[in-house]
Every structure is written in C-alpha cells, then in structure tokens.
C-alpha cells in the first residue's frame, strides 16, 4: 500500500538552523540551547512497537504537547518538572523558525535522565495480560487467578522497564534491577513518585470520562540529585486513555491513544522491525481525531 499524502501541516521532522540539533528520537527532536538548556520538539511522527512509522499524524506534536504541558503545571505539587522560564521567542528570535514548532515545542533544563522507564499499570492489558495470561503475574507480580482482559487491578502496580534505542524494544525490569541501576534511595523515590502521579492523574481524567490505564513516566536529576519530572507526561503516546462510557472487562476497549493504529497493525503481515508499514488515510485521519479528543475531554471546564 502506498503512503498517504502528508498534509501541509503535518511535521515529520524539524529543521531549526540556528540551534544544533542534539538527537532526534521516536518522536521528539531535541536541540541545544546552552549549557542549562535544551529545546524539545514534538513532531508528528508516530512510533509503533518501537518502530517509527513513515506516515504522521497530523496534530498530533501540538496534542502530546498541549496535554503534557497540562499535566506538568496539574502534578507540581507532586514533583518539579523541567520547564525552564525561558520562552521560545527568545530562543527563537527569527519568526519563520519559530513557526515551524510554534506549540509543539517547550524549552527545559538541561538534566540527567535516569536510564529507566518508571511504569505504572493500572488495568490488566497489553504485554501485561500476555504475561498474566503465561505466568498468573505481570513483571513478577502476582496477580489474582480469576482476572479478566482490561480489568481494574485492585491497586496500580510499578513494572519499570529498561529505555530503548530507536528501533529496539523496550525491556520489564524488576524493581531490585532498578535499585541496583539506580540506588536504593532514587529507586524508591522514582517508584513512589510514579505511582502517586499515576493515581493523581487516573482520578482526575476518569471524571472527564477517561480511563488512564496505564503510563510511563521519566525522570532526571538535578546538580542537587533532586528528582524532576522530564519527556512527556500522561499524553496518548505514553499512556494508554480509555472512553469510561464503554469500558467493561472482558474485550478490548475502544481508545483515544495510538493503540487504534497497534491494532490495525496487527492485521498485516509484519514483523514488527524497521521499516514500518505505511498507514491507510482513514486511519491516520481517525487517529488525528482521537488525539484531539483525548486533549479535549481533558481540559474541558
């Protein structure tokens, strides 16, 4: 199947001449500013099982970042993020550069990011049910024997995973592997802070009609080694948001994040490693309106 036409407002990768660019990652590409700063552009690019698919999503950059930059200012009295007060005109005096990523971009301190995903699981779906399904426990967690597919567990558990390159697969790690990357001390804290931030987060989206299934949180450290949250927070792409409408235990429920276009991947004939498949237009179109409604819901008064 051939790709989709990119519609003119679609940003598949950032150019920004005056800034050096630093990396570009699965979906975010990163630029330095000075020795305390970076900025973070979020394109449309959309990664799926680890693969960045050639298609965007229109929309989608402007959505991940609106939804995180609600989340950081909701969760501060959780933890410190890493906005910085600089504003993007002053990194980017020159208009024409500055439009390109014009609400797709923050500026943020420069930090030390901890080399784990911190996981939370709130519901029983994804590789967790294929793990519960073979063992009876998510991560090394017993579960209880009569689970159903997208069941609520009774409490959120941690399942940290280890951070992947661009086209490899991220790895569950235990928390006793954490602790001995890490430290006790900051295992704990990442651990504590994730599970905190996650009930937060869940309590509040399921009273605008979103279940938060499950997230991923990173984290950096300060020059003091205090904890800031940094990346994305609570968005589409590093979590899984369910309508609360027409969720019930037992199939897979509809959703508001990129497993819309997981699922359709599943029905080709693909082996899940670089090149990704390029998508049909009704489902980028679909998926485009899914991350605009999952940012709507959230913020609605």
């Not at 699965?26 to 500013?33: M, N, S």
């Not at 970076?38 to 959505?63: E, N, W």
């Not at 024409?96 to 709130?122: D, N, T």
């Not at 049910?129 to 991560?139: E, I, R």
């Amino acid at each position: 199947m051939t790709a989709s036409p990119t519609p003119p407002e679609a940003l598949f990768e950032s150019n920004l001449p005056s800034l050096q660019k630093i990396c570009s990652g699965k979906v975010r590409d990163l630029y330095a500013i000075d020795d305390q700063h970076m900025l973070i552009v979020t394109s449309d690019r959309l990664s799926a099982f680890d693969v960045v698919l050639p298609d965007p999503i229109p929309g989608k950059g402007r959505v991940l970042t609106a939804i995180s930059d609600f989340w950081f200012d909701k969760t501060r009295h959780i933890i410190r993020n890493h906005i910085a007060d600089l504003t993007l005109s002053e990194v980017l005096p020159d208009p024409v550069e500055r439009s390109q990523v014009e609400g797709r971009a923050i500026v943020v301190k420069k930090l030390k990011a901890l080399p784990i995903e911190a996981v939370v699981r709130g519901y029983l779906i994804g590789s967790g049910w294929k793990d519960y399904q073979a063992t009876g426990a998510v991560c090394g967690i017993e579960l209880a024997a009569d689970l159903e597919l997208a069941d609520r567990l009774p409490e959120p558990i941690y399942t940290p995973a280890t951070k992947a390159a661009v086209g490899d697969h991220d790895e569950n790690i235990s928390y006793e592997a954490t602790v001995e990357l890490l430290g006790e001390d900051i295992a704990a804290q990442a651990r504590d802070t994730a599970l905190a931030l996650y009930r937060f987060a869940a309590e509040y989206a399921l009273q605008r009609g979103i279940i938060i299934a499950d997230t991923k949180f990173e984290f950096g450290l300060d020059e003091n080694r205090q904890m800031v949250l940094i990346d994305e927070a609570l968005t589409p792409d590093s979590s899984r948001f369910w309508p609360a409408d027409s969720y019930r235990p037992g199939v897979s429920p509809q959703s508001f994040d990129k497993q819309y276009v997981r699922d359709y991947l599943e029905t080709l004939d693909w082996d899940k490693t670089s090149p990704g498949p390029s998508l049909p237009e009704d489902i980028v179109r679909h998926s485009s309106e899914k991350y605009a409604e999952a940012l709507s819901k959230l913020t609605a008064d």
